[in-house]
C-alpha cells in the first residue's frame, strides 16, 4: 500500500504497541462506500495519525475507495491451509507450564514465610 516507509521503525516491524483502526464511511452523496485507515505509533504517544493520504492508491485523498481496501486485503489474505498454521493453538499446552511454574513459586514463598515464622 506504499506506507511502509511511515509506520516501520528500523528493526523491520511497527513498535510492539502499535495500532491500525480501519474506519468504513459511506459517502451520501454518491452512495459509495469508503475507508479511512488511521495509525497509533505507540502506547506512548496518544496522537492517531490519518494515514490514508500516504496510500499511493488513495492519491493524497482524506478518503479512499472501499475497492481499494478490498483489492489489498485479497493479496495479502491467508491461504486456508496456512490459517490452520498461523491461528491454531492449544492453549493447555502452555498452561501447563504456567500452572508449574505458579505452583512453584507459591510452594517456594509459603516454604520461606513458615521458616521465619
Same mark, same amino acid.
Given at each position: ?25 459511506? &459517502? &451520501?452523496?454518491? &452512495?459509495?462506500?469508503? #475507508? ?10 496518544? /496522537? $492517531?495519525?490519518? $494515514? ?5 492508491? !488513495?492519491?493524497?485523498?482524506?478518503? !479512499?475507495?472501499?475497492?481499494? #481496501? ?9 491461504? /486456508?491451509?496456512?490459517? /490452520?498454521?498461523? !491461528? ?5 499446552? &502452555?498452561?501447563? $507450564? ?18 521465619? $515464622?
Amino acid at each position: 500500500m506504499g506506507i511502509q516507509s511511515q509506520v516501520v521503525i528500523s528493526g523491520g516491524y511497527p513498535a510492539y504497541s502499535a495500532a491500525t483502526i480501519v474506519e468504513l464511511w459511506m &459517502n &451520501n452523496t454518491d &452512495n459509495q462506500p469508503y #475507508f479511512k485507515l488511521l495509525y497509533r505509533t505507540s502506547d506512548v504517544e496518544d /496522537e $492517531i495519525y490519518p $494515514i490514508t493520504p500516504k496510500l499511493y492508491e !488513495c492519491g493524497g485523498k482524506a478518503y !479512499c475507495k472501499l475497492d481499494v #481496501f478490498r483489492s489489498y486485503a485479497a493479496r495479502t489474505k491467508i491461504e /486456508e491451509p496456512d490459517m /490452520e498454521k498461523w !491461528c491454531s493453538t492449544d492453549p493447555r499446552k &502452555n498452561a501447563a $507450564i504456567s500452572l508449574w511454574s505458579f505452583s512453584t513459586i507459591a510452594f517456594i514463598l509459603m516454604s520461606y514465610s513458615w521458616s521465619h $515464622i
